[in-house]
């Protein structure tokens, strides 16, 4: 009986530190600033560009992310890239929380660009046809994995554990820790279709 | 010519901030509170009506507590000295009614009398504090709507002519002798606004809105500070508040409402096109440019502030620059990314932002 009792303790003490464990990770706040280089400028493909034409790069190939993706398990990153999607106004095109209005959806499993953080990084910093504009040289690249992170919380691609549950403003749907995961597929607009999220 | 001050802190690189840190409260203390360093911020010297009220009621305050304390003190003292000592002959004293203990009940209900009168009296000075606070006449009052983030202050200077407006950061100007109503929002966490010379604190919550008027009696600078725990870097959140004879003021308000002068320095001109081009734009508005995003402090009139970073840091060429390079050496945590720019180009945008009178 007591060493059954013991045994139990030693249980619940091994759970506490492994979940403490998990806890302080996904927690961690690196405030140095990152080693990757500066991206360069994107094509300027909508008038919606923030600031000044700037001249279209010779290369795009600068445009591939010099450092990995490795913020989708930290819970900080994460609610950094909320705050930033709100900031950056992606809201004002694909919704607060990401329903879509002008933009597409990013809450449900139509993917047109691709679902991989990679995919996610470059329709960002190259921009997309029919509106998306390009935001390299705009969005320092530890904040556009912040924002890839996001963006995947919107269909429920990370951990219960790491999706934001609070919101800085009001807000209206769901929030991203309780989304049911989407099953992320390639998708292709019908015809004369700009817009899939209509 | 306006007094350039002293960096309100100077902070080391990571490793050696706390023996610095030690070093400075070691040497403040020595120093007694070294008084000529920073703009005051002092709750017991006013500089205006309403700290004076808050100023009243702390010597009220400790004036009464001190009175109770050396009472009870004495009392305490009396007693030791006149408690009867028992040997080891006496006898028992088993009578629990004697007139001794009759006597000392009817001292005990003094006492108590007194206590009650004396925290009463204390309540009816806290509401007429309060009453006093509200009756700051509000005519002709300047109107400022603050707004807190993490952790900086923005300040939209309000006017019934709505081409009057202007907005500035970390640093507040108002006229002297003038009432100033204050309007209180928070972007993100709840912050308090204090400026200890000027006022008691006054806490902004998102999603409300809360009103603080005061009034600067004499012209000076005076430290304001954000009072309520706000994240990394709550105590790095601090203000000027700059108190100007009348015309000064309107000199200053004016020249704030101008949008920034296109300088033909080649250097500042090719900051210039960094600065929209790259990533400050995203945050910061310098008015007469394409620069008007919200979530960092108005960039328009940055050279004419006395400090950069709310507070933390003197606004010179050079501490500009190393905050540009790495905003995360100086307060880690903050919003600002760091940016890697060669050199020549950051000198380039340096230029521009020194240029921005």
Known sequence: ?198 | MRRRPPPLFTRGTRCVRPLLLAAACGALLALGLGAEAAPPQDVLSPAGPQAAHIRDLWHITLAVCTVVFAGVLAAVLVVLWRSPRADSASAAELDPVSARERRAGRRVGTAVAASVLLLLFLIVASVLTDRALAQLSLKDAVRIEITANQWWWEARYDDDDPSRTFTTANELHIPAGRPVLFTLKSNDVIHSLWVPNLHGKKDLIPGRTATLQLQADKPGVYRGQCAEFCGFQHAFMAFLVVAHPPAEYEAWAAAQRRTAVASDDPQAVRGRALFLGGTCVMCHTVLGTTASAHRGPDLTHLASRQTLAAGSLANTPQDLERWIRNPQQFKPGVNMPASNLPDEDLKALVAYLRSLS
């Open chain 1, 1 to 198: 009986m007591k060493a059954a009792l013991h045994s139990v303790a030693a249980m619940c003490a091994a759970l506490c530190a492994a979940l403490l464990a998990t806890g302080c990770e996904r927690e961690r706040r690196d405030f140095e600033p990152p080693q990757g280089q500066a991206i360069a400028p994107g094509t300027r493909n909508t008038a919606q560009q923030p600031g000044e034409p700037t001249p279209a790069p010779a290369a795009q190939a600068a445009d591939m992310p010099a450092t990995p993706y490795t913020v989708g398990d930290n819970a900080f990153a994460v609610s950094q890239g909320k705050r930033l999607y709100r900031w950056y106004n992606c809201s004002a095109c694909h919704a607060p929380g990401g329903g879509g209005d002008w933009g597409p959806a990013l809450s449900d499993d139509k993917w047109i660009y691709g679902s991989a953080p990679n995919n996610i990084f470059l329709s960002i910093v190259q921009g997309r046809p029919n509106g998306m504009p390009s935001f390299g040289g705009h969005i320092p690249e530890d904040q556009v994995w912040q924002l890839v992170a996001y963006v995947r919380s919107l269909s429920g691609q990370l951990r219960k554990d790491v999706a934001p549950g609070r919101s800085d403003a009001l807000q209206a749907s769901e929030p991203e820790v309780s989304r049911e995961r989407e099953h992320p597929q390639p998708y292709l607009p019908r015809d004369g279709a700009q817009n899939p999220a209509r």
